[in-house]
Each structure stands twice: as structure tokens, then as C-alpha cells.
């Protein structure tokens, strides 16, 4: 009852829709029951299967087309950044059980992670803070913290590495 009632209020979602209806998404996503701290964007396109099942914390952001197939929870850390076409996947088949029941775990990305375009991330993945996934990635274990990790399957490549901006 509550997805198909979500599902009437996907109009603001629809790809093209302008990036400053951010603050009308966001305030349906709460109505629905999402936790989104202050200072997100959630860009047009965007996919949320399950409201209820969504945490977002401060500053942070969801590129247009991203997929929140969130039917466990999905926590986005604050400062963090999903890319555009995205997929957050917390769901899956278990393929050796014959009646192919769905099973559900949940994701978390970290604080200043970012999760680069096209990339997918399975399943009880947690994805460490400020860690960088790459574009086009497949992310079915955990990445570790300050690490730049890419590749199918993702693994870590080189430690991330933040350069000073105030001189």
C-alpha cells in the first residue's frame, strides 16, 4: 500500500525536472518517512524504491538517474556524492535457493565518499568514509576508507589523497 501510494507521488522525480526542485523531492521523500539532513540535493531522475528505508546525512547529494533500490536501508553519509545513473542495489535473488527467494542488505556509504557515475553497488556493501568509486564500477564487497577504488569486479588501487585548497 505505501509503495503504490509512493509511486503516485514520483512526478518531481522524472528525468529533466530541474535541479531546483531538489527541495520538493527531498520534502517528499521525509513525507514518506526518509531521513535527509540539511543542505542535500537530490537531482531529477532520481529513483527511491522505499523511502522509509533511506538515511541521508548533511550536505550531501544524488545525481540525476541515480537507482535507490533501497528494500533494506540505505545510509548515505553526509558530504558524500552519488553520481548520476548510479545504482544502489540492496536487494538480490539467492540463485542456489530453488524458489529463488529475493533477500535484502543494507548498504552504507560513508562520509565524503563518492560514488562516480554508472557505477553499482551490491548488496551489504559498505563503502568506507571518503573512499572514491570509480565510474562503471561493481561493488560487491566492502572498500576501505580513503581509498580510490575502481573496477569490475572494485578493488582498491591507491589511497586518496586531499590536497590543501587554502594556499
Not at 566492502?142 to 569490475?152: K, Q, S
Request: charge should be positive.
Amino acid at each position: 500500500m505505501k509503495r503504490g501510494l509512493w509511486a503516485f507521488f514520483q512526478l518531481p522525480f522524472l528525468r529533466g525536472t530541474p535541479k531546483q526542485l531538489s527541495f520538493l523531492r527531498i520534502g517528499l521523500l521525509r513525507m514518506f518517512g526518509a531521513r535527509i539532513g540539511s543542505g542535500c540535493l537530490i537531482c531529477g531522475g532520481v529513483r527511491v524504491w522505499e523511502p522509509w528505508n533511506l538515511e541521508m546525512g548533511v550536505r550531501s547529494a544524488v545525481g540525476t538517474g541515480a537507482e535507490i533500490y533501497n528494500l533494506a536501508k540505505i545510509t548515505i553519509g553526509s558530504n558524500a556524492v552519488i553520481s548520476q545513473d548510479a545504482y544502489l542495489c540492496s536487494a538480490s535473488h539467492d540463485y542456489t535457493d530453488q524458489a529463488f527467494r529475493l533477500f535484502a542488505k543494507p548498504i552504507s556509504i560513508g562520509d565524503g565518499a563518492w560514488v562516480a557515475s554508472k557505477a553499482f553497488i551490491g548488496p551489504g556493501v559498505s563503502i568506507g568514509e571518503g573512499a572514491v568509486i570509480g565510474a562503471c564500477s561493481v561493488v560487491t564487497k566492502d572498500m576501505p576508507a580513503w581509498m580510490v577504488c575502481a573496477g569490475n569486479p572494485c578493488k582498491p588501487l591507491k589511497p586518496r589523497l586531499m590536497q590543501d585548497t587554502n594556499g
